[in-house]
């Protein structure tokens, strides 16, 4: 039998997609809860097969924010553990602050639980360091304006000045105005990570040059779920077989990482 959970909300990051990149703790909780709110649209079915056999499970694709905390609240004031199920992980575009918030004005205890993000998993599938010594040490994750506007000071044409390893969420319908904002900093031939529903059993990671960014994504069909990763650090890379490319710049050898060359000094390697 498993173990009892008291009635709250657990804010939970389900990962990209790929059931084996949940936490343990997220597993866990989710073996456990009386109710799982799972946002159908962008988690897999496959995330939800280690629930209990009479768990509820409330789908919430076609549902308000307001439906959505109201049937959170109701649960846990009768006494129910739930299980609020984000894609990713829940502090990016997840749109937690206002539950949380919500949660709080209930007076209904709830709890976060990170989860692993695209930009991670993606990384992972393209076998690529996104911060490599002597070529890129920052990452910059955003999106692009669109029914949601982004801050001025956020501007994608402002932020590509930084030439950063750059991941961009929920642009794929905006890719044009990307693609031409991003060129404006970038060199054309800056690979680009089209990763469309990474961890899905039907994903899709195709390498291409910032030039072809929109005109790849178009020929695709690529219109929601996809993550796109801009960085000249994926020309350090070794492409993996299962992955796309065209017109993909050959590997170049980068600067090796001070970290661990026997020249350099540290508390638990002194001279």
Excluded at 45 to 56: F, G, N, P
Excluded at 78 to 101: F, N, T, W
Aim: charged share 15%.
């Amino acid at each position: 039998m498993q173990p009892f959970l008291p009635p709250m909300v657990y804010i939970v990051g389900a990962g990209p997609g790929d059931p084996e990149l949940l936490t343990v703790k997220a597993h866990r909780l989710l073996a456990q809860a009386d109710v799982v709110v799972v946002a159908d649209s962008l988690v897999p079915e496959q995330l939800l097969r280690s629930l209990r056999s009479d768990a509820e499970v409330i789908r919430t694709a076609h549902k308000t924010l307001d439906e959505i905390l109201a049937v959170m609240v109701a649960k846990v004031q009768a006494g129910k553990s739930v299980v609020r199920l984000h894609s990713g992980d829940p502090c990016l575009y997840g749109a937690i602050q206002e539950q949380m918030q919500a949660l709080l004005e209930a007076e209904i205890p709830f709890e976060v639980i990170p989860g692993i993000s695209a930009f991670q998993a993606a990384a992972a599938k393209l076998r690529v360091e996104l911060t490599v010594p002597g070529i890129v040490q920052s990452i910059i994750l955003t999106r692009i304006s669109g029914r949601t506007q982004v801050p001025e000071a956020e501007e994608l044409s402002t932020l590509a000045a930084h030439q950063a390893s750059l991941c961009l969420y929920l642009s794929a319908q905006h890719v044009e105005k990307a693609q031409q904002q991003l060129m404006q900093h970038y060199p054309a031939n800056t690979p680009v990570a089209i990763c469309f529903r990474i961890g899905w059993e039907d994903e899709k990671i195709l390498l291409v040059p910032l030039t072809q960014m929109a005109e790849v994504t178009q020929a695709e069909n690529l219109i929601r779920t996809t993550l796109y990763i801009v960085s000249p650090a994926l020309a350090a890379t070794t492409v993996p077989k299962t992955i796309a490319t065209q017109n993909f710049s050959a590997p170049f050898a980068p600067t090796r990482s001070r970290l661990y060359n026997p020249e350099h000094n540290h508390i638990f390697r002194p001279s």
